[in-house]
Every structure is written in structure tokens, then in C-alpha cells.
């Protein structure tokens, strides 16, 4: 099997070709798909992405590894089991994603892949160098213990975030019948919207199928506003990165009692949004804002 950490650097030609290609394509027909700061940051965000997991991988490879003796079952390598795997891990990557959107810890990482005002092909680079931290890692964890081997099921996180680089174009529509059951550019779009009705919807990575069993799924019926609901505007990757982590950090000290504090890092997004960040007085209350939470 190809070392897990390397899947996506080798199918990295492909994205750029398509990357390239779609760039081309809108410069013919006239419409600025491609900003290059913004593109440049898509860029260095990806790779700091991939060196943080690489180090990340340094230590939770062993941990998985130590963890899989403790596994119910020994699941072997077949046809079958693969595509067991395959379903389950899509089904965990759902709900980590409906994590990410509506638990602040889990934003605070996930925010920088929803903060470019752009939709294209490179905004599939847009991640975030804190995701290990985070505990995007924990969500993969029930597959090991299940039994699954861990080579395979990063390579399975691996191929699962390969697929989604195809989904965010702004070409392409619902793929016809494909589209009942898979993620596709139109229902990605809506994800990536900051359009009210679009807001914490769309959560597919491969099947689309989970948001259409727990009421998350919203078709592509108006034209669809990129970014989050904030007034961000940066193309510095360490800006984008730790953009809500230093939100976070300013709250913490103006937030009293630890209920505040737990609600802070682990409640919804929103919360606190009435709490002014700068050298105005604390706030006493915990009251969330009226307004929706900033989005992906």
C-alpha cells in the first residue's frame, strides 16, 4: 500500500491540472474565478497543512497503531470490507463535519477553509494547520477500534478528501440521478455559501446520502455568496489560520465562570457574539447572538 501521507501529494499533478485548466477557461470566458493573492494563499495553506499532519502523523500513527490491539474484531483486507470502510468513514466524516460547524473548538481549525469570498477549484487547498490539534483525528478513532487496519483507514481519509478537490468548481451542476446519492459542485456550492438559507448545510464528503437521512441537505436554487457571514478579507495565511483562534483567545478573559468558558470552545459558533473584543467593558451575560453563526 502507498504510505497514507503521501496519497495526496501524488495525486497533487492532477489537481493542478485541473486547477489550470479552470483558470483558463475563465479568462476566455471573462469571469475572475482566480484572484492570485487569494490563490497564493490557497497555496501556502496547503502545504502547511500537509507539513502539520505529516509531524501529527509522527505521533498518531503510534497511538492508532497502540490502540488497535484493543480492537473488537480483526477485520481483514477484502472487496468487502473495503467498501464497509469506505461507507463508514464517509459516514464519520458527516459528522465531523457537522461538528466542525457547530462546535467553536472544531470551527476554529475549520473557518480558514471557508473564508476565501472566492469558489474555485484551489479552494480545495484551503485547510487549516491546526486541524490535528483540533481532533479532527478522533472522529477516524471508532474505525480502529472496530478492527479496520490503520494503514487502511487513512488511506481511506485519504482518497475521501481526494474526492472532494472535484467538488469545488463552479461548474458543473448535480450530476443528474448521480447527485441522489453524491456530493456534487452544485450541493458543495451551497456548503460554501454564506447565503442565510445555506448556512450549516451540505455536510457530504463523498455520498450525499447522510444529509438527506438527517434533514441537512438544501439544493442549489439561488446564486450563492462565498465566505463567511464575518467581515474577513486577508489573503496572510497565518491571518486565515488562526483568525478564530484569536477570537477565541480575546473572549476567553471577558467570559466569567467556567460555563462560559466550556460554552466558549465547545458550544456553537455564535455564542458570545455580542461580547465586544475590544477595550469595552466585560460583559456579565452569556446571552448568544440573534444573528447566525460565521460560516464555512
Same mark, same amino acid.
Given at each position: 500500500?502507498?504510505?497514507?501521507?503521501?496519497?495526496?501529494?501524488?495525486?497533487?499533478?492532477?489537481?493542478?491540472?485541473?486547477?489550470?485548466?479552470?483558470?483558463?477557461?475563465?479568462?476566455?470566458?471573462?469571469?475572475?474565478?482566480?484572484?492570485?493573492?487569494?490563490?497564493?494563499?490557497?497555496? #501556502?495553506?496547503?502545504?502547511?497543512?500537509?507539513?502539520?499532519?505529516?509531524?501529527?502523523? %509522527?505521533?498518531? &500513527? @503510534? =497511538?492508532? /497503531?497502540?490502540?488497535?490491539?484493543?480492537?473488537?474484531?480483526?477485520?481483514?483486507?477484502?472487496?468487502?470490507?473495503?467498501?464497509?470502510?469506505?461507507?463508514?468513514?464517509?459516514?464519520?466524516?458527516?459528522?465531523?463535519?457537522?461538528?466542525?460547524?457547530?462546535?467553536?473548538?472544531?470551527?476554529?481549525?475549520?473557518?480558514?477553509?471557508?473564508?476565501?469570498?472566492?469558489?474555485?477549484?484551489?479552494? #480545495?487547498?484551503?485547510?487549516?494547520?491546526?486541524?490535528?490539534?483540533?481532533?479532527?483525528? %478522533?472522529?477516524? &478513532? @471508532? =474505525?480502529? /477500534?472496530?478492527?479496520?487496519?490503520?494503514?487502511?483507514?487513512?488511506?481511506?481519509?485519504?482518497?475521501?478528501?481526494?474526492?472532494?478537490?472535484?467538488?469545488?468548481?463552479?461548474?458543473?451542476?448535480?450530476?443528474?440521478?448521480?447527485?441522489?446519492?453524491?456530493?456534487?459542485?452544485?450541493?458543495?456550492?451551497?456548503?460554501?455559501?454564506?447565503?442565510?438559507?445555506?448556512?450549516?448545510?451540505?455536510? #457530504?464528503?463523498?455520498?450525499?446520502?447522510?444529509?438527506?437521512?438527517?434533514?441537512?441537505?438544501?439544493?442549489?436554487?439561488?446564486?450563492?455568496?462565498?465566505?463567511?457571514?464575518?467581515?474577513?478579507?486577508?489573503?496572510?495565511?497565518?491571518?486565515?489560520?488562526?483568525?478564530?483562534?484569536?477570537?477565541?483567545?480575546?473572549?476567553?478573559?471577558?467570559?466569567?465562570?467556567?460555563?462560559?468558558?466550556?460554552?466558549?470552545?465547545?458550544?456553537?459558533?455564535?455564542?458570545?457574539?455580542?461580547?465586544?473584543?475590544?477595550?469595552?467593558?466585560?460583559?456579565?451575560?452569556?446571552?448568544?447572538?440573534?444573528?447566525?453563526?460565521?460560516?464555512?
Amino acid at each position: 500500500m502507498i504510505p497514507v501521507e503521501f496519497i495526496l501529494l501524488l495525486l497533487s499533478p492532477i489537481f493542478f491540472i485541473f486547477i489550470a485548466f479552470e483558470w483558463l477557461h475563465s479568462e476566455k470566458r471573462g469571469k475572475a474565478l482566480y484572484q492570485w493573492r487569494d490563490t497564493a494563499a490557497n497555496f #501556502a495553506l496547503a502545504a502547511l497543512h500537509q507539513a502539520g499532519d505529516f509531524i501529527a502523523l %509522527l505521533v498518531l &500513527l @503510534p =497511538l492508532m /497503531l497502540w490502540l488497535s490491539q484493543f480492537a473488537l474484531f480483526s477485520i481483514e483486507f477484502s472487496a468487502l470490507n473495503l467498501f464497509l470502510v469506505f461507507i463508514a468513514q464517509d459516514f464519520l466524516y458527516y459528522w465531523f463535519h457537522r461538528c466542525a460547524h457547530r462546535v467553536r473548538w472544531l470551527w476554529a481549525s475549520h473557518v480558514a477553509h471557508h473564508s476565501s469570498r472566492l469558489m474555485n477549484f484551489s479552494t #480545495a487547498f484551503r485547510q487549516s494547520l491546526t486541524y490535528p490539534i483540533s481532533g479532527m483525528w %478522533l472522529f477516524w &478513532l @471508532p =474505525l480502529v /477500534l472496530l478492527g479496520f487496519e490503520v494503514q487502511l483507514v487513512l488511506a481511506v481519509v485519504a482518497i475521501n478528501l481526494a474526492f472532494q478537490f472535484f467538488v469545488h468548481t463552479q461548474s458543473g451542476k448535480h450530476w443528474g440521478i448521480l447527485g441522489w446519492v453524491l456530493n456534487t459542485p452544485a450541493w458543495h456550492r451551497v456548503h460554501h455559501a454564506c447565503n442565510p438559507q445555506y448556512i450549516d448545510r451540505n455536510y #457530504a464528503g463523498v455520498l450525499v446520502i447522510w444529509d438527506r437521512l438527517f434533514g441537512t441537505f438544501v439544493p442549489e436554487e439561488e446564486a450563492c455568496r462565498y465566505g463567511i457571514t464575518d467581515d474577513f478579507q486577508s489573503n496572510n495565511p497565518i491571518t486565515i489560520t488562526f483568525y478564530e483562534w484569536r477570537k477565541v483567545t480575546l473572549l476567553w478573559p471577558r467570559l466569567h465562570g467556567w460555563r462560559n468558558k466550556f460554552k466558549l470552545l465547545f458550544g456553537p459558533p455564535e455564542a458570545f457574539a455580542d461580547v465586544m473584543l475590544s477595550d469595552a467593558p466585560t460583559p456579565t451575560t452569556d446571552a448568544t447572538a440573534e444573528q447566525q453563526h460565521a460560516k464555512y
